[in-house]
């Protein structure tokens, strides 16, 4: 597509911010589990809202990760307590960015910038503050209409936020299920492959794909 971008819009969690910095934090407690821990963690995490919002029961993305991470320190066989858990989760809110976003973000300054995220306002929010990234992005939350990405009423939600029309959106996310929900809605799309190989074959493809998120300047 040629048409010109109005609005850029991110996912969060895996896109803009490293998911595995929580690895570190394990790692201290947790000597030699830390990156199974924190792998088995994020796929719990992505699998349960699945299911939550298959089952059209919400739970909040807060609870939701609580309750991957507690599941993911079972099975790796380690034992744990109620502020230990808080502690891990704790570290959400200070996920390291990755190494590109901070100046890519700098150079789109002069065009609608979102991030757009399955997270909840009072986990996001400290998060894009304690990365001094809150000046340079809107704020918008799935978890404020009750649903998860990659539900379209998700995606709905956000083109009304953001007042253009669906080809005018570039849409970046490094999950292909998040991909594959904003371009069956509508929406331009941008894998961020981050090293994952292939696109899986679920019956769409990105319009565009790229290593990092420097390639979306071509679009500035």
Known sequence: MNMSIK????????????????????EEQYPLKGEAISEAWRSRQVHYFMVRQLIHNYASFEEVTSWALQDALQ??????NEEQVEQFMSVYEHLHPFEEVKDVLHQLQ?????????????????????NG???MLRLLTADEQGIYKPDPMAYDYALKELGVEKEEVLFMSSNPWDITGAKSFGFQTAWIRRGKGEFPKLGFVPDYIYEDLTGILAFK
């Open 75 to 80: 099975v790796n066989g380690v034992t744990y």
């Open 133 to 135: 990234l809150d000046d």
């Open 110 to 130: 002069d065009h609608q910038l979102v991030v757009f995220t399955n997270g909840t306002q009072a986990l996001s929010r400290p998060l894009l503050k304690n």
């Open 7 to 26: 609005a850029f819009v991110f996912d969060a969690y895996g896109t803009l911010f490293d998911v595995h910095s929580v690895k570190e934090k394990l």
